[in-house]
Protein backbone atom coordinates (compact mmCIF):
# COMPACT_ATOMS: atom_id res chain seq x y z
CA UNK A 1 0.00 0.00 0.00
CA UNK A 2 1.43 3.38 -1.25
CA UNK A 3 2.06 5.49 2.49
CA UNK A 4 2.49 8.98 2.01
CA UNK A 5 4.69 12.06 3.91
CA UNK A 6 4.02 15.26 4.26
CA UNK A 7 5.46 18.35 6.63
CA UNK A 8 3.73 18.42 9.99
CA UNK A 9 3.36 22.57 9.85
CA UNK A 10 4.00 25.18 7.53
CA UNK A 11 4.00 28.95 7.92
CA UNK A 12 3.59 31.44 5.24
CA UNK A 13 2.52 35.40 4.58
CA UNK A 14 -0.24 36.94 2.82
CA UNK A 15 0.95 36.99 -0.88
CA UNK A 16 3.61 34.27 -0.96
CA UNK A 17 3.65 31.33 -2.57
CA UNK A 18 3.33 28.07 -0.75
CA UNK A 19 4.80 24.77 -2.17
CA UNK A 20 3.90 21.53 0.18
CA UNK A 21 5.94 18.49 -0.99
CA UNK A 22 4.60 14.87 -0.46
CA UNK A 23 6.72 11.97 -0.85
CA UNK A 24 4.85 8.64 -1.79
CA UNK A 25 7.94 6.27 -2.33
CA UNK A 26 5.66 2.91 -3.03
CA UNK A 27 2.94 4.48 -5.24
CA UNK A 28 2.24 2.36 -7.75
CA UNK A 29 1.77 2.58 -11.59
CA UNK A 30 -2.08 2.99 -11.35
CA UNK A 31 -1.92 5.62 -8.99
CA UNK A 32 -3.57 8.77 -9.13
CA UNK A 33 -2.32 11.82 -6.80
CA UNK A 34 -4.95 13.92 -5.03
CA UNK A 35 -4.88 17.06 -2.44
CA UNK A 36 -7.52 17.36 -0.25
CA UNK A 37 -8.04 21.33 1.63
CA UNK A 38 -9.95 21.01 5.11
CA UNK A 39 -10.86 24.09 7.23
CA UNK A 40 -11.49 23.39 10.70
CA UNK A 41 -15.22 21.50 11.87
CA UNK A 42 -15.53 20.71 8.04
CA UNK A 43 -14.81 17.76 5.59
CA UNK A 44 -12.07 17.83 3.18
CA UNK A 45 -12.72 19.88 0.07
CA UNK A 46 -11.00 18.32 -2.93
CA UNK A 47 -8.35 20.83 -4.87
CA UNK A 48 -6.14 19.17 -7.80
CA UNK A 49 -5.41 16.02 -8.53
CA UNK A 50 -3.02 14.52 -11.30
CA UNK A 51 -0.74 11.82 -12.34
CA UNK A 52 2.41 12.99 -14.08
CA UNK A 53 4.31 16.19 -14.84
CA UNK A 54 1.89 19.14 -13.95
CA UNK A 55 -1.82 19.93 -13.53
CA UNK A 56 -2.81 23.75 -12.96
CA UNK A 57 -6.26 24.81 -12.17
CA UNK A 58 -7.63 28.01 -10.85
CA UNK A 59 -6.87 27.44 -7.48
CA UNK A 60 -3.90 25.47 -7.51
CA UNK A 61 -0.65 23.80 -9.25
CA UNK A 62 0.52 19.96 -8.87
CA UNK A 63 4.01 19.43 -9.68
CA UNK A 64 5.09 15.60 -10.19
CA UNK A 65 8.33 14.24 -11.36
CA UNK A 66 8.87 11.62 -14.02
CA UNK A 67 9.65 9.41 -10.83
CA UNK A 68 6.53 10.10 -9.28
CA UNK A 69 7.97 9.32 -5.54
CA UNK A 70 6.64 12.70 -4.79
CA UNK A 71 4.33 15.47 -5.62
CA UNK A 72 4.55 19.08 -4.79
CA UNK A 73 1.27 21.20 -4.32
CA UNK A 74 1.51 24.96 -4.83
CA UNK A 75 -0.59 27.54 -3.94
CA UNK A 76 0.43 31.15 -5.59
CA UNK A 77 0.15 34.27 -3.42
CA UNK A 78 -1.72 32.84 -0.41
CA UNK A 79 -4.32 34.77 1.82
CA UNK A 80 -5.42 34.32 5.33
CA UNK A 81 -8.27 32.24 4.07
CA UNK A 82 -6.00 29.44 2.75
CA UNK A 83 -5.09 28.18 6.77
CA UNK A 84 -5.84 24.57 6.62
CA UNK A 85 -4.83 21.28 7.03
CA UNK A 86 -3.75 20.16 3.16
CA UNK A 87 -3.54 16.10 2.58
CA UNK A 88 -2.13 14.15 0.00
CA UNK A 89 -4.04 11.11 -1.13
CA UNK A 90 -2.49 8.63 -3.24
CA UNK A 91 -5.48 5.87 -4.69
CA UNK A 92 -4.56 2.04 -4.30
CA UNK A 93 -6.61 -0.46 -5.87
CA UNK A 94 -5.89 -3.74 -4.52
CA UNK A 95 -7.84 -5.61 -6.64
CA UNK A 96 -11.95 -4.98 -5.67
CA UNK A 97 -10.56 -3.03 -1.91
CA UNK A 98 -10.21 0.78 -2.14
CA UNK A 99 -7.71 1.44 0.33
CA UNK A 100 -7.11 5.28 0.02
CA UNK A 101 -4.37 6.41 1.70
CA UNK A 102 -4.30 9.70 3.81
CA UNK A 103 -1.66 11.12 4.80
CA UNK A 104 -1.37 12.97 8.38
CA UNK A 105 -1.99 16.37 6.53
CA UNK A 106 0.10 19.50 6.75
CA UNK A 107 -1.37 22.11 8.60
CA UNK A 108 -0.53 25.73 6.88
CA UNK A 109 -0.94 29.12 8.88
CA UNK A 110 -1.24 32.16 6.73
CA UNK A 111 0.12 35.17 8.56
CA UNK A 112 -0.57 38.90 7.63
CA UNK B 1 -28.10 20.50 -4.53
CA UNK B 2 -27.38 19.52 -0.93
CA UNK B 3 -24.56 18.11 -1.43
CA UNK B 4 -23.76 15.20 1.05
CA UNK B 5 -25.38 15.30 4.00
CA UNK B 6 -25.35 13.87 7.20
CA UNK B 7 -27.12 13.78 10.50
CA UNK B 8 -26.55 14.60 13.36
CA UNK B 9 -23.88 16.68 13.88
CA UNK B 10 -23.42 15.99 17.61
CA UNK B 11 -23.89 12.84 19.59
CA UNK B 12 -22.93 11.22 23.19
CA UNK B 13 -23.66 7.85 23.75
CA UNK B 14 -22.59 5.51 26.70
CA UNK B 15 -20.73 2.23 25.82
CA UNK B 16 -22.97 -0.44 24.75
CA UNK B 17 -25.89 1.49 23.48
CA UNK B 18 -25.98 1.54 19.70
CA UNK B 19 -27.12 4.08 17.08
CA UNK B 20 -27.06 5.22 13.01
CA UNK B 21 -25.19 7.88 11.57
CA UNK B 22 -27.17 8.78 8.47
CA UNK B 23 -25.47 10.25 5.13
CA UNK B 24 -27.55 11.44 2.11
CA UNK B 25 -26.36 12.32 -1.46
CA UNK B 26 -28.25 14.17 -4.18
CA UNK B 27 -25.85 13.60 -6.95
CA UNK B 28 -26.25 10.39 -8.25
CA UNK B 29 -22.85 8.76 -7.19
CA UNK B 30 -21.86 5.48 -7.10
CA UNK B 31 -19.27 5.59 -4.91
CA UNK B 32 -19.72 6.26 -1.29
CA UNK B 33 -16.97 5.70 2.01
CA UNK B 34 -17.43 6.62 5.94
CA UNK B 35 -14.00 7.79 6.75
CA UNK B 36 -13.14 8.93 10.96
CA UNK B 37 -10.76 11.23 12.00
CA UNK B 38 -8.60 11.47 15.08
CA UNK B 39 -6.23 13.64 16.33
CA UNK B 40 -2.97 12.56 14.63
CA UNK B 41 -4.08 10.08 12.86
CA UNK B 42 -5.48 11.60 9.57
CA UNK B 43 -8.87 10.13 7.83
CA UNK B 44 -8.95 6.43 8.33
CA UNK B 45 -11.79 4.76 5.77
CA UNK B 46 -14.29 2.22 7.78
CA UNK B 47 -16.43 0.98 5.05
CA UNK B 48 -17.38 1.35 1.26
CA UNK B 49 -19.99 1.09 -1.67
CA UNK B 50 -19.36 0.66 -5.25
CA UNK B 51 -23.43 0.94 -5.43
CA UNK B 52 -26.66 0.22 -4.38
CA UNK B 53 -25.82 -3.00 -2.85
CA UNK B 54 -22.49 -3.73 -2.66
CA UNK B 55 -20.70 -2.95 0.65
CA UNK B 56 -16.92 -3.79 1.40
CA UNK B 57 -14.77 -3.36 4.54
CA UNK B 58 -11.97 -0.45 4.15
CA UNK B 59 -9.26 0.13 6.65
CA UNK B 60 -10.89 -0.15 10.24
CA UNK B 61 -14.13 -1.99 10.09
CA UNK B 62 -14.22 -3.47 13.10
CA UNK B 63 -17.60 -2.26 15.31
CA UNK B 64 -19.50 -1.02 12.04
CA UNK B 65 -22.10 -1.92 9.72
CA UNK B 66 -22.74 -0.47 6.79
CA UNK B 67 -26.04 -1.02 4.07
CA UNK B 68 -26.95 0.46 0.39
CA UNK B 69 -30.32 0.07 -0.33
CA UNK B 70 -30.09 2.75 -2.52
CA UNK B 71 -27.79 5.11 -4.60
CA UNK B 72 -28.75 8.16 -2.15
CA UNK B 73 -28.27 6.41 1.37
CA UNK B 74 -25.69 5.06 2.96
CA UNK B 75 -26.25 4.69 7.09
CA UNK B 76 -23.71 3.71 9.20
CA UNK B 77 -24.50 1.51 12.35
CA UNK B 78 -22.58 1.13 15.34
CA UNK B 79 -24.33 -2.10 16.93
CA UNK B 80 -22.16 -1.64 20.46
CA UNK B 81 -20.64 1.33 21.24
CA UNK B 82 -17.13 1.85 22.92
CA UNK B 83 -15.74 4.78 24.01
CA UNK B 84 -12.35 3.93 20.96
CA UNK B 85 -15.72 5.02 18.87
CA UNK B 86 -15.31 8.87 19.78
CA UNK B 87 -14.61 10.58 16.83
CA UNK B 88 -15.64 12.72 14.14
CA UNK B 89 -17.31 10.93 11.21
CA UNK B 90 -17.59 11.94 7.50
CA UNK B 91 -19.56 10.50 5.04
CA UNK B 92 -18.13 11.01 1.37
CA UNK B 93 -19.41 10.44 -2.17
CA UNK B 94 -17.79 10.31 -5.69
CA UNK B 95 -18.87 9.52 -8.96
CA UNK B 96 -15.71 7.20 -9.35
CA UNK B 97 -13.13 5.14 -7.28
CA UNK B 98 -10.30 7.91 -7.60
CA UNK B 99 -12.93 10.85 -8.65
CA UNK B 100 -13.25 14.28 -6.84
CA UNK B 101 -14.87 12.94 -3.45
CA UNK B 102 -17.56 15.21 -1.89
CA UNK B 103 -17.15 15.20 2.15
CA UNK B 104 -20.16 15.85 4.36
CA UNK B 105 -20.39 18.32 7.58
CA UNK B 106 -19.09 15.27 9.87
CA UNK B 107 -20.77 13.85 12.89
CA UNK B 108 -18.75 14.49 15.84
CA UNK B 109 -19.40 11.06 18.46
CA UNK B 110 -18.43 10.70 21.65
CA UNK B 111 -18.74 7.77 23.64
CA UNK B 112 -18.75 7.78 27.53
Known amino acids: LAKTTQPISMDSYEGQEVNITCSHNNIATNDYITWYQQFPSQGPRFIIQ?????VTNEVASLFIPADRKSSTLSLPRVSLSDTAVYYCLVGDNAGNNRKLIWGLGTSLAVNP | NAGVTQTPKFQVLKTGQSMTLQCAQDMNHEYMSWYRQDPGMGLRLIHYSVGAGITDQGEVPNGYNVSRSTTEDFPLRLLSAAPSQTSVYFC???????????FGPGTRLTVT
Open chain 2, 92 to 102: ASSSGLLSEQY
Open chain 1, 50 to 54: GYKTK
